[in-house]
């Protein structure tokens, strides 16, 4: 975060750290990170690039640090967007005021793939749909943050926020004598405490929580049984699970035990082969009767991805005044849709400018970055637009902010995102932190692990 | 009319199974045009499960069985009091916005010749969504001749139409594709049908569509019958296409082979005659 010719306040003592920091010292420091993300088993998986897909993912250890008022803003700002899009599923799934009022076009909501007629009508418990949400955000001012995309179904990588602070406390204990830093380590306990606060009203005495996991080929195994050991709970697949009377059990040593949440990590379709894809092994058959006559919570609630749609995310600033009646804190990029005339004549008019995404896609896989493209690539994706019109969406090539990065040559400042995890349950909370990704390559504005991005270590530091 | 409907279906499995759930929706529809008198479902040894009533309106009940499971009997026997509304499914309540019955499923894709059709049937249309309907469902009639055997579970509504030929099941994918495409909210509708002595013992167990009609609402249209659903016809529920709608869905834990076999029959109360419809897949 550079200011003018200098770092922000916030970063001060830290580049005399890293200046102070002998060659050999970092080099050394380097390997034992590398050494303790690959003890920990710490990996994520790329696609499409051939060989094995398990991977190390960088760990750069010059942290990015928001000063106290800066977060506040921030917070509010995150935890406004996420009652806005629980507000939102809870509408959508009920009476459908925002599309009555003309305010959300009924197609973009109602023919969207994620929208799941089977939850009609049902209310999940403490109307809450999306527990966890995911919100990557960039900044490219002093006072200013846009919002990338909202993930509402299973924000991944918050494991990586907890290992990255684990290994900087490990590995630089006086910074953190020094620096007064929030702590991000109760991030489990209160996910633990956001699940059970969503029990079904059947639940007897302490809830049981588990966490569902589609198996250990999925890219993001680690997280889950991360999760599930530092809450202390439960890591099963479907198979370990089971729909009989009213309830949904697990298969113990002990016997059943009736489970009361699930944190599921796999998605909608795969959930129950009664009520969704009747071929998915990795479900629970008959889970969604149980869940809609109140034996069972699922988080996120099945049906929530229709807010955090690359259509639908124009809409979330509307989403905020129509519902919490509040001016939005946190920008949205302007974003033009190629499925409206328009717009598409537009995108097509000025695509060198501009970053082109599909909208279902994810991981800066099929994402077009018009400033950094050669003609052959433009043209290629000019071609792909106009064939699929309503697959794209395209959004101003943002300034993004930079963060000074350990590189070969010393530090030097390269672009980063932010992606903190909201939890919402019975109240919303929000640690102070979050998994802050850094493009490597000098003047790349990918961030995605898949296309050579790495991570850091993100303070907050205490009033 | 009142009707007397007994429908069982019996599942087969060798070897055992070690589990089966089931997901029914086998409850005849509360609204205007039938009341239900009695009505039960049993399935023997079965432990039943979760039972609510989903938001298109549909009473769902959930059964499971413990292994090992040789053989599934689902016993439905009731008496229903019908109405001729013309089809029209007033005073029934339930949720899902129609907008959401546009979307296409992989039954019911607008392939082609299903654009082509429902271009053909608007173009000599009268004005008005109603007339609109009418023309759609008359479209397929036409377009499909009944005929059993022909087509299977999977057959698609661009399949059958290009075969010209298929069953109930085809008759209301490929109205529910021609509707779709002319942003007509569609959905497949499952029940039974009294279909007379001279009627086929196939009809007993039935499918339909409903096509939402602004103004009016959901409105029945049977294009293999040629009309809009009556007295005769006893309302189960409804899905995007047959797999969504089916009466039952059921997953069953092993290797064992299934084989099932279906006796539907529907006669009014007074009558001693009935029609029974047998069939056994494997």
Redesign the interface.
């Known amino acids: 975060m550079y200011e003018g010719d200098g770092v922000r306040s916030p970063y001060g003592g830290l580049l005399e750290w890293s200046r102070d920091m002998p060659a050999e010292l970092r080099s050394l420091k380097q390997s034992e990170a590398e050494a303790l993300f690959r003890r920990i088993g710490i990996t994520f998986a790329v696609y499409g690039e051939g060989g094995s897909p398990d991977r190390l993912i960088p760990f750069d250890m010059f942290p990015r640090v928001f000063a106290a008022d800066e977060w506040a803003r921030l917070e509010r700002g995150v935890k406004q967007r996420a009652r806005a899009l629980n507000a939102f599923l809870c509408d959508v799934?009920?009476r459908?005021e925002i599309?009555r009022a003309g305010r959300i076009p009924?197609?973009l909501v109602?023919?969207n793939?994620a929208?799941e007629?089977?939850?009609?009508?049902?209310v999940p418990p403490k109307g809450v749909y999306s527990h966890i949400v995911g919100v990557d955000l960039v900044r490219t001012a002093a006072d200013e943050f846009f919002v990338l995309e909202d993930n509402c179904r299973t924000p991944s990588g918050v494991s990586y926020m907890l290992e990255n602070r684990e290994i900087m406390m490990r590995m630089f204990p006086a910074l953190f004598q020094e620096n007064r830093i929030a702590p991000v380590e109760n991030y489990p306990s209160l996910l633990r405490r956001t699940l059970a606060s969503v029990a079904p009203a059947k639940c007897e005495g302490e809830p049981r929580v588990v966490i569902l996991t589609p198996g250990h080929f999925n890219s993001a195994y680690y997280e889950h049984s991360f999760l599930a050991d530092m809450m202390g709970v439960e890591l099963v697949e479907g198979a370990d699970l089971?729909?009989?009377?009213?309830f949904c059990w697990m298969r113990t040593t002990e016997g059943p035990k009736r489970v009361d949440v699930i944190y599921r990590r796999i998605d909608d379709a795969f959930i129950d082969?009664?009520?969704f894809r009747?071929d998915s092994m990795l479900g629970v058959?008959?889970l969604m009767?149980?869940y809609?006559?109140g034996?069972v919570s699922i988080c996120s609630a099945p049906g929530a991805g229709v807010a955090d749609d690359k259509a639908i995310y124009t809409y979330v600033p509307e989403m905020i005044r129509f519902y919490l009646g509040e001016a939005p804190i946190l920008k949205n990029v302007p974003t033009w849709q190629c499925a409206k005339d328009d717009d598409c004549r537009y995108v097509l008019e000025n695509l060198a400018e501009l970053v082109v995404k599909e909208v279902h896609g994810s991981g800066g896989y099929g994402m077009l970055i018009g400033p950094q493209a050669d003609a052959a690539t433009l043209a290629l994706f000019a071609a792909k637009i106009r064939e699929k019109p309503w697959n794209y969406i395209a959004q101003p090539t943002l300034a993004l902010s930079t963060c000074p990065t350990f590189v070969e040559s010393g530090v030097a400042p390269r672009h980063v995102d932010l992606r903190p995890y909201c939890l919402v349950g019975e109240t919303i909370e929000l640690v102070p932190g979050g998994l802050t990704r850094v493009a490597l390559t000098e003047g790349s504005l990918v961030v995605n692990s898949s296309q050579g991005g790495g991570v850091k270590d993100t303070w907050v530091m205490a009033e | 009319m009142r009707l007397q409907i007994s429908h069982e279906t019996v599942y087969r499995f060798d070897p055992p199974m070690r589990?089966v759930?089931?997901?029914h929706r086998m409850t005849p529809s509360q609204f205007e045009g039938q009341q239900v008198i009695h009505w039960s479902i049993d399935v023997a040894g079965a432990?039943?499960?979760?039972?609510?009533r989903?938001?298109?309106g549909d009473w769902?009940k959930?059964v499971?069985l413990?292994g090992p499971v040789s053989e599934v009997r689902v016993m439905v026997q009731g008496v229903v009091e019908t109405r001729d509304l013309s089809g029209v499914l007033r005073g029934h309540r339930?949720?899902?916005?129609p907008?959401?019955?546009?979307?296409p499923t992989e039954a019911t894709q607008p392939e082609v010749v299903v654009r082509a059709l429902a271009e053909q049937a608007l173009a000599d249309a009268e004005e008005g969504a109603l007339a609109r309907a009418h023309a759609l469902a008359g479209a397929v009639a036409d377009a499909i001749d009944y005929r059993p055997g022909e087509t299977a579970a999977g057959t698609t509504a661009a399949e059958a139409l290009t075969l010209g030929r298929g069953v109930c099941q085809d008759h209301t994918h490929a109205l529910l594709a021609v509707a779709r495409v002319s942003d007509i909210p569609a959905r497949y509708v499952t029940g039974y049908l009294e279909s007379g002595a001279d009627g086929g013992a196939h009809e007993a167990s039935h499918a339909w569509a409903e096509l939402f009609v602004d103004g009016i609402g959901w409105i029945g249209f049977d294009a293999a019958n040629r009309c809009c659903p009556d007295e005769r016809y006893v309302r189960l529920g409804s899905g995007?296409d047959a797999?969504g709608a089916a009466p039952i869905?059921?997953?069953a834990?092993g290797l064992g082979v299934e084989a099932m076999t279906i006796d539907v029959s529907v006669t009014p109360e007074t009558q001693s005659q009935s029609q029974s419809q047998s069939q056994t897949q494997q």
């Open positions: 799934y009920g459908g599309v009924a197609r109602y023919r793939e929208y007629t089977a939850v009609c009508g049902f089971f729909v009989e009377g009213d082969p009664l009520c009747q058959p008959g009767n149980v809609r006559s034996g | 589990g759930v089931q997901s432990e039943r499960g979760a039972s609510f989903d938001g298109a769902i959930t499971s413990l339930e949720t899902v916005p907008d959401a019955y546009l979307r995007h797999q869905r059921g997953v834990d």
